[in-house]
């Protein structure tokens, strides 16, 4: 069964850090990609970031270019987004998602929540 469960999400004031991760099981991670979607308050979900669980190939939504860093940890099997100078348009609901081929999402977690107050 396969579980991803979302941490770190927080309230904080604009131009502050927070580090979202996401503790993945029951994948068999060689052939996935990871990513983190968000969903504002009457929005749709959009993407963030992905990236590939073997290679560690990155692609970001241009919104959160330069502020915003994917990384994973094979040891631990987890998921980190390190994000870095928070604009309250950043707020949203934060999810961990994975996928066979970086398009496609078959599995999703509950979600974090992210506010940032300006």
């Known amino acids: 069964q396969v579980q991803l469960v979302e941490s770190g999400g927080a309230s904080v004031q604009a131009g502050g850090s927070l580090r979202l991760s996401c503790a993945a099981s029951g994948l068999t991670f060689s052939g996935y990609y990871m990513g983190w979607f968000r969903q504002a308050p009457g929005k749709e979900r959009e993407f963030v970031a992905r990236?590939?669980?073997?290679?560690?190939?990155?692609k970001y939504v241009d919104s959160v270019k330069g502020r915003f860093t994917i990384s994973r940890d094979k040891v631990k099997n987890t998921v980190t987004l390190q994000m870095n100078g928070l604009k309250p348009e950043d707020t949203a609901l934060y999810y961990c998602a994975a996928g066979g081929d970086g398009l496609s999402w078959q599995y999703w977690g509950q979600g974090t929540q992210v506010t940032v107050s300006s």
């Open positions: 990236i590939s669980w073997r290679l560690g190939v990155t």
